[in-house]
Protein backbone atom coordinates (compact mmCIF):
# COMPACT_ATOMS: atom_id res chain seq x y z
CA UNK A 1 0.00 0.00 0.00
CA UNK A 2 1.53 2.94 -0.72
CA UNK A 3 0.90 6.57 0.72
CA UNK A 4 -0.72 8.64 -1.67
CA UNK A 5 -3.08 5.70 -2.77
CA UNK A 6 -3.84 5.04 0.61
CA UNK A 7 -5.21 8.52 1.35
CA UNK A 8 -7.07 8.41 -1.84
CA UNK A 9 -9.05 5.69 -1.12
CA UNK A 10 -9.97 7.21 1.73
CA UNK A 11 -11.08 10.40 0.31
CA UNK A 12 -12.76 8.96 -2.21
CA UNK A 13 -15.05 6.89 0.19
CA UNK A 14 -15.43 9.99 2.82
CA UNK A 15 -16.60 12.03 -0.24
CA UNK A 16 -18.66 9.40 -1.69
CA UNK A 17 -20.70 8.45 1.81
CA UNK A 18 -20.97 12.14 2.29
CA UNK A 19 -22.30 12.96 -1.27
CA UNK A 20 -25.11 10.11 -1.24
CA UNK A 21 -25.92 11.25 2.34
CA UNK A 22 -26.58 14.85 1.02
CA UNK A 23 -28.41 13.50 -1.96
CA UNK A 24 -30.83 11.56 0.24
CA UNK A 25 -31.37 14.73 2.15
CA UNK A 26 -32.07 16.83 -1.21
CA UNK A 27 -34.57 14.37 -2.07
CA UNK A 28 -36.57 14.57 1.31
CA UNK A 29 -36.72 18.61 0.37
CA UNK A 30 -38.13 17.96 -2.89
CA UNK A 31 -34.81 18.96 -4.88
CA UNK A 32 -34.38 15.38 -6.58
CA UNK A 33 -37.50 13.66 -7.90
CA UNK A 34 -37.66 9.98 -9.53
CA UNK A 35 -35.84 7.51 -8.43
CA UNK A 36 -32.81 7.46 -6.18
CA UNK A 37 -30.58 4.56 -5.51
CA UNK A 38 -27.94 4.92 -2.95
CA UNK A 39 -24.59 3.37 -2.19
CA UNK A 40 -23.57 3.67 1.48
CA UNK A 41 -22.33 0.43 2.77
CA UNK A 42 -20.51 -0.34 -0.95
CA UNK A 43 -17.98 2.29 -1.56
CA UNK A 44 -15.24 0.53 -1.12
CA UNK A 45 -16.11 -1.62 -4.71
CA UNK A 46 -16.44 1.24 -7.00
CA UNK A 47 -13.22 2.87 -5.49
CA UNK A 48 -11.28 -0.10 -4.95
CA UNK A 49 -11.83 -1.25 -8.74
CA UNK A 50 -11.88 2.18 -10.55
CA UNK A 51 -8.58 3.07 -9.02
CA UNK A 52 -7.35 -0.05 -10.37
CA UNK A 53 -8.77 0.87 -13.82
CA UNK A 54 -6.60 2.77 -16.63
CA UNK A 55 -8.24 6.22 -17.74
CA UNK A 56 -8.58 4.53 -21.61
CA UNK A 57 -10.41 2.42 -20.28
CA UNK A 58 -14.05 1.76 -20.32
CA UNK A 59 -17.23 1.71 -17.51
CA UNK A 60 -21.06 0.86 -18.07
CA UNK A 61 -22.27 0.81 -14.87
CA UNK A 62 -26.35 -0.01 -13.20
CA UNK A 63 -29.00 2.61 -11.46
CA UNK A 64 -26.77 3.23 -8.27
CA UNK A 65 -24.18 4.58 -10.13
CA UNK A 66 -23.05 7.66 -8.66
CA UNK A 67 -20.03 6.84 -6.86
CA UNK A 68 -18.97 4.82 -10.05
CA UNK A 69 -18.82 8.31 -12.02
CA UNK A 70 -17.65 10.23 -9.17
CA UNK A 71 -14.49 7.95 -8.87
CA UNK A 72 -14.24 7.85 -12.14
CA UNK A 73 -13.62 11.70 -12.25
CA UNK A 74 -16.94 13.53 -13.43
CA UNK A 75 -17.14 16.45 -11.72
CA UNK A 76 -19.57 16.41 -8.12
CA UNK A 77 -21.37 19.54 -9.21
CA UNK A 78 -22.23 18.24 -12.66
CA UNK A 79 -23.53 14.62 -11.17
CA UNK A 80 -25.33 16.43 -8.50
CA UNK A 81 -27.26 18.68 -11.24
CA UNK A 82 -27.94 15.58 -13.05
CA UNK A 83 -29.49 14.10 -10.09
CA UNK A 84 -31.31 18.27 -9.83
CA UNK A 85 -32.32 17.48 -13.28
CA UNK A 86 -30.46 20.83 -14.38
CA UNK A 87 -28.56 21.58 -17.35
CA UNK A 88 -25.50 21.53 -15.67
CA UNK A 89 -25.85 18.11 -15.19
CA UNK A 90 -23.40 15.24 -17.21
CA UNK A 91 -27.12 14.19 -18.92
CA UNK A 92 -28.25 17.38 -19.60
CA UNK A 93 -30.64 17.17 -16.65
CA UNK A 94 -32.44 14.51 -19.03
CA UNK A 95 -31.52 11.50 -17.27
CA UNK A 96 -31.41 11.87 -14.00
CA UNK A 97 -29.85 9.41 -11.16
CA UNK A 98 -30.35 6.24 -13.22
CA UNK A 99 -28.90 7.56 -16.22
CA UNK A 100 -25.43 9.47 -15.25
CA UNK A 101 -23.46 9.60 -18.50
CA UNK A 102 -19.72 10.53 -18.89
CA UNK A 103 -18.11 10.18 -22.78
CA UNK A 104 -15.03 12.04 -22.13
CA UNK A 105 -14.18 9.90 -19.33
CA UNK A 106 -15.60 6.43 -21.53
CA UNK A 107 -18.20 6.73 -18.18
CA UNK A 108 -21.22 4.93 -20.69
CA UNK A 109 -23.91 5.37 -18.59
CA UNK A 110 -25.92 4.06 -15.84
CA UNK A 111 -28.99 2.03 -17.01
CA UNK A 112 -32.22 1.57 -15.35
CA UNK A 113 -32.91 -1.73 -16.66
CA UNK A 114 -31.43 -5.04 -15.06
CA UNK A 115 -29.19 -6.56 -16.93
CA UNK A 116 -29.02 -3.90 -19.65
CA UNK A 117 -25.42 -3.64 -19.30
CA UNK A 118 -24.21 -6.73 -20.60
CA UNK A 119 -25.04 -6.56 -23.89
CA UNK A 120 -23.56 -2.71 -23.90
CA UNK A 121 -19.91 -4.44 -22.15
CA UNK A 122 -19.97 -6.87 -25.05
CA UNK A 123 -20.68 -4.41 -27.49
CA UNK A 124 -17.90 -2.25 -26.46
CA UNK A 125 -15.41 -5.01 -25.63
CA UNK A 126 -16.15 -6.48 -29.44
CA UNK A 127 -15.02 -2.99 -30.89
CA UNK A 128 -12.16 -2.96 -28.83
CA UNK A 129 -10.89 -6.70 -30.10
CA UNK A 130 -11.99 -5.51 -33.66
CA UNK A 131 -9.95 -2.50 -33.26
CA UNK A 132 -6.95 -3.97 -31.54
CA UNK A 133 -6.76 -1.67 -28.40
CA UNK A 134 -5.62 -2.23 -25.75
CA UNK A 135 -8.22 -0.85 -23.02
CA UNK A 136 -11.01 -3.03 -21.24
CA UNK A 137 -14.61 -2.75 -20.27
CA UNK A 138 -15.50 -2.73 -16.92
CA UNK A 139 -18.94 -3.78 -16.33
CA UNK A 140 -20.86 -3.55 -13.10
CA UNK A 141 -24.11 -5.40 -12.28
CA UNK A 142 -25.98 -6.68 -9.44
CA UNK A 143 -27.00 -9.69 -7.87
CA UNK A 144 -30.52 -9.49 -9.13
CA UNK A 145 -29.36 -9.42 -12.79
CA UNK A 146 -27.64 -13.02 -12.72
CA UNK A 147 -31.13 -14.29 -13.46
CA UNK A 148 -31.80 -12.38 -16.61
CA UNK A 149 -31.11 -14.00 -20.10
CA UNK A 150 -28.84 -10.82 -21.08
CA UNK A 151 -26.21 -12.15 -18.50
CA UNK A 152 -25.75 -16.11 -19.77
CA UNK A 153 -25.79 -14.68 -23.37
CA UNK A 154 -23.37 -12.41 -23.08
CA UNK A 155 -20.91 -14.64 -20.88
CA UNK A 156 -21.13 -17.25 -23.59
CA UNK A 157 -20.34 -14.72 -26.19
CA UNK A 158 -17.39 -12.92 -24.56
CA UNK A 159 -16.11 -16.33 -23.88
CA UNK A 160 -16.64 -17.24 -27.32
CA UNK A 161 -14.64 -14.33 -29.08
CA UNK A 162 -12.34 -13.96 -25.61
CA UNK A 163 -13.45 -10.48 -25.49
CA UNK A 164 -11.92 -7.21 -22.90
CA UNK A 165 -14.58 -7.59 -19.98
CA UNK A 166 -14.04 -7.70 -16.65
CA UNK A 167 -17.92 -8.48 -14.79
CA UNK A 168 -18.09 -6.72 -11.35
CA UNK A 169 -20.95 -8.24 -9.40
CA UNK A 170 -22.03 -5.81 -6.69
CA UNK A 171 -23.38 -8.32 -4.70
CA UNK A 172 -25.56 -6.70 -1.62
CA UNK A 173 -27.53 -9.68 -0.85
CA UNK A 174 -30.43 -8.42 -2.00
CA UNK A 175 -32.91 -8.13 -5.49
CA UNK A 176 -34.64 -4.94 -4.18
CA UNK A 177 -36.14 -6.67 -1.01
CA UNK A 178 -35.64 -10.52 -2.15
CA UNK A 179 -32.60 -11.86 -0.29
CA UNK A 180 -29.99 -13.67 -3.28
CA UNK A 181 -30.73 -17.36 -1.22
CA UNK A 182 -34.32 -16.81 -2.21
CA UNK A 183 -34.21 -15.81 -6.11
CA UNK A 184 -31.18 -17.73 -7.19
CA UNK A 185 -30.44 -21.68 -6.97
CA UNK A 186 -26.94 -20.83 -7.00
CA UNK A 187 -26.20 -17.93 -5.08
CA UNK A 188 -22.25 -17.63 -5.05
CA UNK A 189 -22.25 -15.77 -8.47
CA UNK A 190 -18.92 -16.31 -9.02
CA UNK A 191 -19.76 -19.93 -10.10
CA UNK A 192 -21.96 -19.31 -12.36
CA UNK A 193 -19.82 -18.87 -15.21
CA UNK A 194 -18.65 -22.40 -14.97
CA UNK A 195 -20.48 -23.15 -17.41
CA UNK A 196 -18.82 -20.51 -19.91
CA UNK A 197 -15.13 -21.64 -19.03
CA UNK A 198 -14.57 -17.56 -17.69
CA UNK A 199 -12.17 -17.28 -14.54
CA UNK A 200 -13.84 -15.96 -12.01
CA UNK A 201 -13.26 -15.13 -8.25
CA UNK A 202 -15.21 -14.49 -4.71
CA UNK A 203 -13.56 -11.02 -3.41
CA UNK A 204 -14.36 -9.32 -0.07
CA UNK A 205 -16.54 -6.24 -1.28
CA UNK A 206 -16.24 -4.75 2.03
CA UNK A 207 -12.34 -4.40 1.77
CA UNK A 208 -11.42 -1.60 -0.39
CA UNK A 209 -7.68 -3.20 -0.82
CA UNK A 210 -8.87 -6.41 -1.74
CA UNK A 211 -11.05 -5.32 -4.41
CA UNK A 212 -8.37 -2.95 -5.73
CA UNK A 213 -5.94 -6.26 -5.65
CA UNK A 214 -8.73 -8.18 -7.29
CA UNK A 215 -9.42 -5.75 -9.76
CA UNK A 216 -5.81 -4.91 -10.92
CA UNK A 217 -5.18 -8.72 -10.92
CA UNK A 218 -8.21 -8.88 -13.55
CA UNK A 219 -7.49 -6.61 -15.57
CA UNK A 220 -3.75 -7.85 -15.77
CA UNK A 221 -5.20 -11.37 -17.15
CA UNK A 222 -7.64 -9.52 -19.71
CA UNK A 223 -4.77 -7.33 -21.01
CA UNK A 224 -2.50 -10.21 -21.70
CA UNK A 225 -5.32 -11.81 -23.81
CA UNK A 226 -6.45 -14.72 -21.38
CA UNK A 227 -10.03 -13.91 -21.84
CA UNK A 228 -12.65 -11.89 -19.66
CA UNK A 229 -12.91 -12.25 -15.74
CA UNK A 230 -15.66 -12.16 -13.40
CA UNK A 231 -15.68 -11.02 -10.00
CA UNK A 232 -18.16 -11.26 -7.17
CA UNK A 233 -17.30 -8.84 -4.84
CA UNK A 234 -19.78 -9.15 -1.88
CA UNK A 235 -20.75 -6.31 -0.19
CA UNK A 236 -23.92 -4.98 1.83
CA UNK A 237 -26.43 -1.37 1.50
CA UNK A 238 -26.90 0.27 4.63
CA UNK A 239 -30.71 1.92 2.96
CA UNK A 240 -33.40 0.11 1.32
CA UNK A 241 -33.08 -0.16 -2.45
CA UNK A 242 -34.61 2.93 -3.48
CA UNK A 243 -35.87 6.17 -1.14
CA UNK A 244 -38.80 4.63 -1.41
CA UNK A 245 -38.00 1.46 0.14
CA UNK A 246 -38.04 1.72 3.91
CA UNK A 247 -36.11 -1.86 4.10
CA UNK A 248 -38.44 -3.74 5.82
CA UNK A 249 -37.83 -7.32 5.00
CA UNK A 250 -34.08 -6.92 6.86
CA UNK A 251 -33.76 -6.91 10.95
CA UNK A 252 -31.90 -4.45 12.55
CA UNK A 253 -29.31 -7.27 13.95
CA UNK A 254 -28.67 -8.12 10.33
CA UNK A 255 -27.87 -4.08 9.40
CA UNK A 256 -25.57 -3.80 12.57
CA UNK A 257 -23.56 -6.53 12.13
CA UNK A 258 -22.49 -5.45 9.02
CA UNK A 259 -22.19 -1.67 9.84
CA UNK A 260 -19.80 -2.73 11.99
CA UNK A 261 -17.68 -3.89 9.01
CA UNK A 262 -18.36 -0.84 7.52
CA UNK A 263 -15.59 -0.56 5.09
CA UNK A 264 -15.05 3.02 5.05
CA UNK A 265 -14.34 3.28 9.04
CA UNK A 266 -12.86 -0.22 8.85
CA UNK A 267 -10.33 1.57 6.38
CA UNK A 268 -9.88 4.71 8.19
CA UNK A 269 -8.78 2.81 11.35
CA UNK A 270 -6.44 0.40 9.53
CA UNK A 271 -4.81 3.67 7.60
CA UNK A 272 -4.37 5.34 10.78
CA UNK A 273 -3.50 2.58 12.50
CA UNK A 274 -0.76 1.62 10.03
CA UNK A 275 0.61 5.64 9.63
CA UNK A 276 -0.44 5.96 6.41
CA UNK A 277 -2.73 8.57 7.41
CA UNK A 278 -2.35 10.72 10.64
CA UNK A 279 -5.32 11.63 12.36
CA UNK A 280 -5.31 14.83 11.61
CA UNK A 281 -4.88 14.12 7.96
CA UNK A 282 -8.15 11.73 7.97
CA UNK A 283 -10.17 14.62 9.59
CA UNK A 284 -8.66 17.74 6.70
CA UNK A 285 -9.93 14.73 3.99
CA UNK A 286 -13.60 14.28 5.80
CA UNK A 287 -13.42 18.06 6.19
CA UNK A 288 -12.34 18.55 2.09
CA UNK A 289 -15.08 16.20 1.28
CA UNK A 290 -17.74 18.12 3.18
CA UNK A 291 -16.87 21.26 1.34
CA UNK A 292 -16.22 19.40 -2.25
CA UNK A 293 -20.82 18.28 -1.70
CA UNK A 294 -21.44 21.65 -0.29
CA UNK A 295 -20.04 23.47 -3.64
CA UNK A 296 -21.96 20.45 -5.83
CA UNK A 297 -25.41 21.23 -4.44
CA UNK A 298 -24.94 25.08 -4.86
CA UNK A 299 -24.32 24.62 -8.43
CA UNK A 300 -27.13 22.04 -9.26
CA UNK A 301 -29.38 24.89 -7.46
CA UNK A 302 -27.93 27.19 -9.84
CA UNK A 303 -27.63 25.31 -12.79
CA UNK A 304 -31.53 26.10 -14.84
CA UNK A 305 -33.91 23.34 -15.62
CA UNK A 306 -33.66 21.91 -19.07
CA UNK A 307 -35.66 23.52 -22.20
CA UNK A 308 -38.39 21.45 -24.07
CA UNK A 309 -36.63 20.87 -27.48
CA UNK A 310 -39.56 21.38 -29.39
CA UNK A 311 -41.68 24.29 -27.26
CA UNK A 312 -38.76 25.82 -26.31
CA UNK A 313 -39.97 26.16 -22.25
CA UNK A 314 -38.37 24.93 -19.00
CA UNK A 315 -38.99 21.34 -17.95
CA UNK A 316 -39.74 20.65 -14.32
CA UNK A 317 -37.74 17.76 -13.00
CA UNK A 318 -40.92 15.77 -11.63
CA UNK A 319 -41.93 16.11 -15.43
CA UNK A 320 -39.16 14.50 -16.73
CA UNK A 321 -39.12 11.58 -14.35
CA UNK A 322 -42.93 10.98 -13.89
CA UNK A 323 -43.01 11.82 -10.24
CA UNK A 324 -41.90 10.67 -7.05
CA UNK A 325 -41.96 6.63 -6.67
Request: glycine share 12%; charged share 25%; hydrophobic share 40%.
Amino acid sequence: MRRDLARQFLYDMLLARRFELRAAEEYAQGNIAGFLHLYPGEEAVAVGSLRAADPGDYVVSTYREHVHALVRGTPLGSVMAELFGRTGGCSGGYGGSMHLFDVERRFLGGYAIVGETFPVAAGVGYWLAMNGEPDVVLCYFGDGAVNQGTFHETLNMVALWDLPVVFLCENNHYQIGTEVHRHSAVSHVHRRTGGYGIEAHWVDGMDVRAVHEATRDALRHVREGNGPVLLECETYRYRGHSMADPAAYRSALEVNELRARDPLLTFREWAEGEGWVSATESAELDQAAERAVEEAVAFAAESPPPRDLHAGVHVRPLDLYGGRP
